[in-house]
């Protein structure tokens, strides 16, 4: 084989075509940044503000690859059909057969055109997305690159919404469910009360407690009394000492019964004990409390979240928007057909080795 024939002619043919028939490509970029305001909250234990929301460089670079994921995704195809004609612009009749696309192809096979002549990138480095876009005319290209630029926007403003909603939702969620708790110890609540009805046991024992104290001081001075007047020689049996045993006796008894409405030690004692329900209602009292607190809470997670829903958290600033291309970058020609001279020059060489080494073995 020689060498004219196998780098020579292609290399020809290769400039022929690319200097005769390929058609100019003209490249539009914009340069955009995904930024994420996150969220203060105040907290109402400590009252100090935190962020929220977790790691913000980490939702950057998650909310910067959906933007690009949706640039080379079937949907984008979809979305920007409506607003450019993607037939007029990459199935023109002036362009090359090699370069253009069919016309009325399928999404499918216009989604791989697309990817080649759309080109979305994130930078980690820098947490910047630049999309480089290619038509056969600077108008087209910029228009393409605008559409792209529009879309994303839009992507960016759903995603935002999507998340403001969500969190109005869930914090809506929670003040209910806080106030279905609340609803249902405060009925609790009524409920033990009206069983064992006493309005406030709490009171009620203090003052039962405050009565027994009474009595026993009654008691003790009727004791003191008896036992100095026995001192004093007064007979057991005479009226006025039968009259202070008796006293004594009745407060003991009403001491008794007193005391067995808080332990419950009466033989006939029926129903729970004032101590029994001062406990119920001490725990219900907390559950309520607690009720209350998470209810008060869940409506400032409510409110928080409104006031967030208000303002966009995700946004998209293109910092370097799509402006008209002044020449044509594409195809690299020079570069293209060097690329096929020196592929040829190396097949050619393989090929004359692969020789050599076959007639050698054969001699």
């Keep these: 084989m020689s060498l004219v024939a196998a780098v020579v002619v292609p290399t020809t043919l290769s400039a ?27 907290d109402p234990t400590s009252g100090a503000t935190t962020l929220a929301g977790g790691n913000p460089m980490m939702a ?50 216009k989604l791989k055109h697309w990817k080649t002549k759309v080109d979305p990138f994130f930078d980690m480095a820098n947490g910047l997305v630049t999309v480089q876009v290619r038509a056969f005319s600077p108008e087209d290209s910029l228009a393409l690159a605008t559409a792209a630029l529009d879309l994303s926007e839009r992507l960016v403003n759903d995603m935002s919404k999507r998340a403001q909603n969500d969190a109005v939702t869930f914090a809506r969620r929670e003040v209910d469910a806080a106030e279905d708790r609340l609803k249902r110890v405060q009925v609790e609540l009524a409920t033990f009360r009206n069983a064992n009805a006493v309005l406030f046991p709490t009171i009620n024992a203090t003052v039962v407690a405050g009565v027994e104290a009474k009595l026993r ?6 004791r003191a009394r008896y036992t100095n007047q026995i001192a004093q020689g ?24 007193v005391r067995s409405e808080i332990t419950g030690s009466g033989n006939n004692r029926s129903g729970p004990t004032l101590a029994t329900v001062v406990t119920g209602y001490a725990t219900l009292e907390v559950e309520e409390k607690l009720a209350t607190k998470a209810y008060e809470r869940a409506q400032a997670e409510l409110q928080q979240a409104r006031v967030e829903a208000s303002r966009q958290q995700v946004y998209l600033n293109a910092f370097v928007r799509p402006t008209p291309a002044e020449r044509s970058l594409y195809p690299i020609r020079w570069r293209f057909l060097l690329q096929i001279a020196l592929g040829s020059f190396v097949v050619w060489g393989l090929l004359m080795l692969i020789w050599q080494a076959a007639r050698d073995h054969g001699d």
């Design 16 to 42: 022929g075509y690319l200097y005769g028939f390929a058609s100019d490509q003209y490249v539009t970029e914009f340069r955009l940044a995904v930024r994420r305001q996150m969220p203060v909250r105040a």
């Design 60 to 109: 950057i670079v998650q909310d910067s690859e959906v933007v690009v994921q949706y640039l080379k995704s079937r949907q984008v195809i979809q979305d920007i059909s409506p607003r450019v004609d993607l037939d007029r612009i990459w199935a023109r009749d002036d362009a090359d057969y090699l370069s253009r696309m069919d016309v009325g192809a399928p999404v499918e096979n």
């Design 217 to 222: 001081e009654t008691l003790a001075d009727a």
């Design 234 to 257: 007064v007979r057991p049996d005479t009226a006025q000492a039968r009259a202070l045993r008796s006293q004594i006796a009745s407060l003991e008894e009403e001491i008794t019964r």
